[in-house]
């Protein structure tokens, strides 16, 4: 027992190992016997520390595990598990440094690739194991998905550990969602492993009015390692091909680009051959075929303002929201039209009783980062029967009744909020019933049932427009699952004097949702993006929160 104890580094102590010996004295010479071959082990054991599983150490092993049967033991646990024969089995490492090194490749390979220059550190042997391209393989698979790419590149002689090392590892922290600073215009960025490259991909609303088709990508920047050991930043702004650019980390969540070549971006027909391929891009359109004067001017004045910036630009992090289980249906990113403005992004999110879109993309009357709409969940809406939803003051009335109690709410002071709230009610209540016969109470009890779409969420009921109602968008869908209440918010050119209107957030289903704005008598219908986001989820709802707050000061 003590010669196992004493080899696996486990088992009895040395005070339990001396009253053993006093005991064995009393058994005869073969106890002695045994004593001295334990001391003869142990000096050999010390001798051949520093070989790895040479001669001197096996021959160690085997004496100790010949010496005497009944005393090998199970490692780590300190009894005797070999009562009838002898352990011939190899010993038993007392340190890393001691496994093989495909042991140790596989160890190591499991370990976060931030970790690994440390241990690169400890010594020479775990250094030179280091420089195994199976870690590395590994590391670029689980970190950053690179599976398939990497037989590509590793016959162009770029090694899984040069990839890492110099080009994944060092520009980590730009991949995921990014929102540049282009004044009111804002935008969304997403910065990707993609093939052998890193690439930041620029997202683009599908034309005007088609909200559900899918988005629209256009690199502005790539980086790689094929034509050097160093890693390569290159523009793709332009028609001429990458070219020369530049990558600056400003602070923490954010960074900027820069184009050293910006003759790149020039076309030999000047700024107009330059604006009729924007528009081509930007709208899939000439602007002879854009017959509205206020649109070509606002589409005219976007060319000026975004090309002026020659792809040197200034990014901070944006997040997708997380999910939470009281969440009416799972939040993200949707394209939605905004009239003469064309489509745009925003992010929806859900605060307790309050769902919220931020703008990624914005315009001049509102700019990216604002909040376009604030739904209340607590005040859901009833329809009326089909024919009396065509009545745009039947609506009306019926979302002026909850705007005004929600507003008596808000400025009754807190000792008289409860009495004013049934006072309110009753008020509302009596008005709706007159004109719709609108009962309140069933929404009431499927949103405080779960707003996520459990079993006890109501069915599918008629929707159609108003008349009078503009839409960009002559499909839209002719059933909704709930409404409720919410504002909009509206402002005049440059922002100027901005003010929340009331208007109806109707859902149709798990990806498109819309909203009646009253006072404009529009109607905006947004659809989910569903592109793969990597690298882009917030890790709890604190640092979204706080994102929100600073995105409205980016582009106030």
Same mark, same amino acid.
């Given at each position: 027992?003590a010669?196992? *104890?004493?080899?696996?580094g486990?088992?009895?102590s040395?005070r =339990?190992?001396r009253?053993q010996?006093?005991?064995?004295?009393?058994?005869g010479?073969?106890?002695d016997?045994?004593e001295e071959e334990?001391e003869k082990?142990v /000096?050999?054991?010390?001798?051949?520390?520093g070989?790895?599983g040479?001669?001197? &150490?096996?021959?160690a +092993?085997?004496?100790?595990?010949?010496a005497e049967?009944s005393d090998?033991?199970?490692?780590g646990?300190?009894?005797?598990?070999?009562?009838?024969?002898?352990?011939?089995?190899?010993?038993h490492?007392?340190?890393?440094m001691?496994?093989?090194?495909?042991?140790?490749v596989?160890i190591f390979?499991?370990?976060?690739?931030?970790?690994?220059?440390?241990?690169a550190l400890?010594?020479?042997?775990f250094r030179?194991?280091?420089?195994?391209e199976?870690i590395w393989r590994?590391?670029?698979?689980?970190e950053?998905?690179?599976r398939?790419?990497?037989?590509?590149?590793?016959?162009?002689g770029?090694s899984?550990q040069?990839?890492?090392?110099?080009?994944l590892?060092?520009?980590?922290h730009?991949? /995921?969602l990014?929102?540049?600073d282009i004044?009111p215009?804002g935008?969304?960025l997403?910065? +990707?492993?993609d093939?052998?490259?890193i690439i930041?991909?620029?997202?683009l609303p599908?034309?005007d009015? &088609?909200?559900?088709?899918?988005?629209?990508?256009?690199?502005l920047?790539?980086i790689?390692?094929?034509e050097?050991?160093?890693?390569?930043v290159?523009?793709?702004?332009?028609?001429k091909?990458?070219?020369?650019?530049?990558i600056q980390t400003?602070?923490?969540?954010?960074?900027?680009?820069? =184009?050293?070549?910006?003759?790149? %971006?020039?076309m030999?027909?000047? &700024?107009?051959?330059?604006?009729?391929t924007?528009?081509?891009?930007e709208?899939?359109?000439t602007?002879?075929e854009?017959?509205?004067e206020?649109m070509?001017?606002?589409?005219?004045?976007?060319?000026?303002?975004t090309?002026?910036?020659d792809n040197c630009?200034?990014?901070r992090?944006?997040?997708?929201?997380?999910?939470?289980?009281?969440?009416?249906?799972?939040p993200?990113?949707?394209?939605?039209?905004?009239?003469s403005?064309?489509?745009?992004i925003?992010?929806?999110?859900?605060? $307790?009783?309050? *769902?919220r879109a931020?703008k990624?993309t914005?315009?001049?009357?509102?700019p990216a980062?604002?909040?376009?709409?604030?739904v209340?969940?607590?005040q859901? +809406?009833d329809l009326p029967?089909?024919?009396?939803?065509r009545?745009?003051?039947?609506?009306?009335r019926?979302?002026l009744?909850?705007?005004?109690?929600v507003?008596r709410?808000v400025?009754?002071?807190?000792s008289?909020t409860s #009495?004013?709230v049934?006072h *309110?009610?009753?008020e509302?209540?009596d008005a709706a019933?007159?004109?719709?016969?609108?009962d309140?109470?069933?929404? +009431?009890?499927?949103?405080?049932?779960?707003?996520?779409?459990s079993?006890?969420?109501?069915? #599918?009921?008629?929707?159609?427009l108003?008349l009078g109602?503009?839409a960009?968008n002559?499909?839209?869908?002719r059933? =909704?699952?709930?409404?409720?209440?919410?504002?909009?918010?509206?402002a /005049?050119?440059?922002f100027?004097?901005p003010?929340?209107?009331?208007?109806?957030f109707?859902l149709f289903d798990?990806?498109r949702?819309g909203?009646?704005?009253?006072?404009?008598?529009?109607f905006?219908?947004?659809?989910r993006?569903?592109? %793969?986001?990597p690298?882009?989820?917030?890790?709890?709802? $604190?640092?979204f $929160?706080?994102?929100?707050?600073n995105?409205?000061?980016w582009?106030?």
């Amino acid at each position: 027992m003590a010669v196992c *104890a004493r080899l696996c580094g486990v088992g009895q102590s040395r005070r =339990c190992r001396r009253r053993q010996r006093s005991d064995q004295q009393e058994q005869g010479s073969d106890s002695d016997m045994d004593e001295e071959e334990e001391e003869k082990i142990v /000096g050999q054991r010390r001798s051949d520390a520093g070989s790895r599983g040479g001669p001197g &150490r096996v021959a160690a +092993v085997a004496a100790a595990a010949t010496a005497e049967p009944s005393d090998t033991c199970e490692y780590g646990s300190g009894h005797n598990t070999n009562r009838g024969g002898s352990n011939t089995g190899p010993p038993h490492p007392e340190s890393l440094m001691e496994l093989p090194p495909e042991l140790l490749v596989e160890i190591f390979s499991l370990l976060p690739g931030t970790v690994l220059p440390n241990v690169a550190l400890v010594c020479k042997k775990f250094r030179q194991i280091l420089n195994t391209e199976t870690i590395w393989r590994r590391r670029c698979a689980e970190e950053f998905g690179m599976r398939e790419d990497l037989r590509k590149m590793e016959a162009t002689g770029v090694s899984s550990q040069d990839l890492y090392v110099k080009l994944l590892h060092p520009y980590r922290h730009i991949l /995921g969602l990014w929102q540049p600073d282009i004044g009111p215009y804002g935008g969304l960025l997403n910065v +990707v492993v993609d093939g052998l490259f890193i690439i930041g991909w620029m997202y683009l609303p599908p034309h005007d009015p &088609r909200v559900e088709d899918p988005m629209r990508r256009r690199p502005l920047f790539r980086i790689h390692l094929l034509e050097s050991k160093k890693a390569t930043v290159e523009c793709m702004y332009g028609h001429k091909g990458p070219h020369k650019g530049d990558i600056q980390t400003v602070k923490k969540d954010e960074f900027s680009t820069k =184009c050293n070549q910006t003759d790149h %971006h020039r076309m030999p027909g000047g &700024r107009q051959e330059e604006f009729r391929t924007w528009l081509e891009e930007e709208w899939g359109r000439t602007l002879e075929e854009i017959f509205h004067e206020h649109m070509q001017e606002l589409i005219l004045m976007k060319f000026i303002y975004t090309s002026q910036y020659d792809n040197c630009l200034t990014y901070r992090r944006i997040y997708l929201p997380p999910l939470m289980p009281s969440d009416l249906l799972q939040p993200g990113l949707f394209k939605g039209t905004y009239g003469s403005h064309g489509l745009e992004i925003v992010m929806l999110s859900f605060h $307790e009783m309050s *769902a919220r879109a931020t703008k990624l993309t914005g315009d001049p009357n509102v700019p990216a980062g604002q909040l376009t709409l604030d739904v209340d969940l607590s005040q859901p +809406v009833d329809l009326p029967e089909l024919d009396q939803q065509r009545n745009i003051d039947v609506l009306s009335r019926i979302i002026l009744g909850i705007h005004e109690k929600v507003q008596r709410e808000v400025e009754q002071p807190a000792s008289d909020t409860s #009495a004013c709230v049934e006072h *309110a009610e009753e008020e509302a209540d009596d008005a709706a019933a007159e004109e719709t016969e609108v009962d309140h109470g069933a929404c +009431v009890d499927a949103c405080q049932s779960g707003p996520s779409g459990s079993s006890s969420s109501p069915e #599918a009921q008629p929707f159609v427009l108003p008349l009078g109602v503009m839409a960009r968008n002559e499909v839209y869908p002719r059933t =909704c699952r709930k409404c409720f209440y919410g504002t909009g918010l509206i402002a /005049g050119h440059g922002f100027t004097s901005p003010e929340r209107t009331p208007g109806l957030f109707v859902l149709f289903d798990e990806d498109r949702f819309g909203f009646i704005w009253l006072e404009l008598k529009s109607f905006s219908l947004y659809s989910r993006l569903t592109d %793969h986001l990597p690298h882009a989820h917030a890790p709890s709802m $604190e640092p979204f $929160e706080a994102m929100l707050r600073n995105m409205q000061s980016w582009t106030s």
